[in-house]
């Protein structure tokens, strides 16, 4: 019996690698190579003969690892093969990368000497005087009404933690492509060499007036929490945090329609948040808003509650408006009897035995991201519904469904502010994507490339925001 090879993690395309190839002149080395991958666990997804010769064949094989150690073994695997060279291995995530993933493109001609008098001087010190005088025009004569400014300082970016403004520059620009791609926002990645709040408070003050809306971005908690309140107070302009507001939306969505599954209410149901942070706390905060009126939020303290006075300022202020009950103790005593699980907390603290002990037809929201905190097929389990960050699993809870129409909704309204009731219309209108027809327990969230999903976010909140006016 020929050795049992070792287990090989799932294949994920954010691990692509290219080798290129250099065979001796046989076809059949293709079938070879593309099995020797396959073996060793890889998915091979293109196979290009570059060059073909009498004495050589060029090859470029790009397949998909589950990690970056998984993607040398595939290298290692195809290098033992005999009459096989490895002459170059390329990460397609780190090409894609050079050079960044986003670029500034003029909207008008410049290629006569009539252009530039138009959009340059002397053209343009008209429409600056004018605005000097009429600053109320400013949003729509400049790129203004349709630009946001994404503002991080890389103190708490996902999956990654502190790594500074420059390590969160890739992250910045990725989401300023998501808000062209589906909102058709002109975005900016603005990352901040400080981590202190007053510092962070007044670069966005000074750099607010280019800009129609501010999106906070991975800063930690719970510095995060005064920076925006302190911005939403002194600027003109909407402040978002999207990994609040926007994790908090789409929650609330997958919830409504899990719940239409299960036939639960949301005034109903007990529900327990794994993680205090900036995420859970919005998440408690919306969910509360929505109806809901018994929530345990878990943390490295246990379950809090309001009675714990040595709980940290911004714990205490969240345990004082949950746990009714007052539910003490660890993970799995607040789960005793739940109907929901919310994570946003780390990787592998939900054991799937656990859910048997909540309450019939439970729902789990395993959001922590790389690693949830169970894997999906085990909470499939025990569970009636369960959702996650990953794409590899059906039910991707993903702020890509959220923040992209929030905003073209609040700069087509020319808002000042993002209010809870915002919040909560933008959350219906994604769960409303979702008709009866197409509602199951694999399918409580629409897709991210549902074009139907902005377009109704940004109605739901522009509509809303313009009956105001």
Not at 8 to 22: D, E, G, N, V
Not at 25 to 39: E, F, K, L, R
């Amino acid at each position: 019996m020929p050795p049992i090879s070792p287990p090989t993690p799932a294949t994920a395309s954010s691990y692509s690698i290219t080798m290129r190839l250099h065979t001796a002149p046989d076809h059949g080395i293709v079938g070879t190579v593309a099995t020797t991958i396959s073996t060793a666990g890889g998915i091979v997804t293109a196979i290009d003969v570059a060059d073909s010769r009498h004495d050589r064949l060029v090859l470029d094989v790009t397949c998909s690892a589950g990690n970056a150690d998984h993607s040398e073994q595939l290298v290692d695997a195809v290098r033992a093969l005999e009459g096989v060279t490895v002459h170059k291995v390329s990460d397609r995530t780190f090409l894609l990368h050079i050079g960044g993933k986003i670029e500034v493109t003029s909207k008008v001609p410049l290629k006569t000497r009539d252009d530039l008098s138009l959009a340059y001087t002397p053209g343009v010190g008209r429409v600056s005087r004018a605005l000097a005088e009429n600053p109320e025009d400013v949003s729509r004569l400049t790129i203004k009404g349709n630009s946001v400014a994404v503002v991080t300082d890389g103190s708490a970016v996902l999956g990654l933690g502190n790594i500074g403004p420059g390590a969160a520059l890739p992250v910045m620009e990725g989401k300023a492509a998501l808000f062209k791609r589906f909102a058709n926002i002109d975005a900016w990645p603005i990352c901040l060499a400080t981590q202190d709040t007053d510092e962070i408070v007044k670069a966005v003050e000074m750099i607010a007036p280019g800009f129609g809306g501010i999106n906070l971005e991975d800063i930690a908690a719970p510095r995060c929490f005064e920076i925006e309140a302190r911005l939403r107070e002194s600027l003109d302009i909407p402040v978002f945090h999207d990994d609040q507001h926007g994790t908090a939306i789409v929650v609330l969505a997958a919830l409504t329609n899990a719940l239409r599954c299960v036939g639960k209410q949301m005034e109903t149901v007990k529900v327990v948040v794994a993680g205090a942070g900036a995420a859970g706390t919005a998440i408690v905060t919306l969910l509360l808003a929505a109806g809901v009126t018994d929530v345990v939020v878990w943390d490295r303290e246990g379950c809090l509650s309001g009675d714990d006075t040595s709980l940290p300022p911004a714990k205490l202020e969240l345990a004082g408006r949950t746990n009714p009950r007052k539910v003490t103790g660890t993970l799995q005593d607040g789960l005793r009897g739940a109907d929901v699980f919310i994570g946003v907390s780390g990787p592998g603290l939900l054991q799937a035995e656990w859910i048997k002990d909540m309450a019939d037809d439970s729902i789990v929201f395993a959001l922590a991201n790389p690693d949830p905190e169970i894997d999906p097929a085990e909470a499939n389990k025990y569970a009636a519904i369960v959702a996650s960050g990953r794409s590899d699993y059906p039910n991707q809870i993903n702020n890509v469904l959220a923040f992209p129409g929030v905003f073209r909704g609040l700069l087509d309204a020319r808002a000042s502010e993002v209010t809870v009731e915002a919040l909560l219309r933008a959350a219906e209108a994604i769960a409303l994507v979702v008709t009866d027809e197409e509602l199951n327990p694999s399918f409580i969230i629409p897709s991210v490339f549902d074009a139907a999903v902005p377009k109704a976010v940004a109605a739901a909140i522009a509509g809303e925001e313009h009956a105001k006016s």
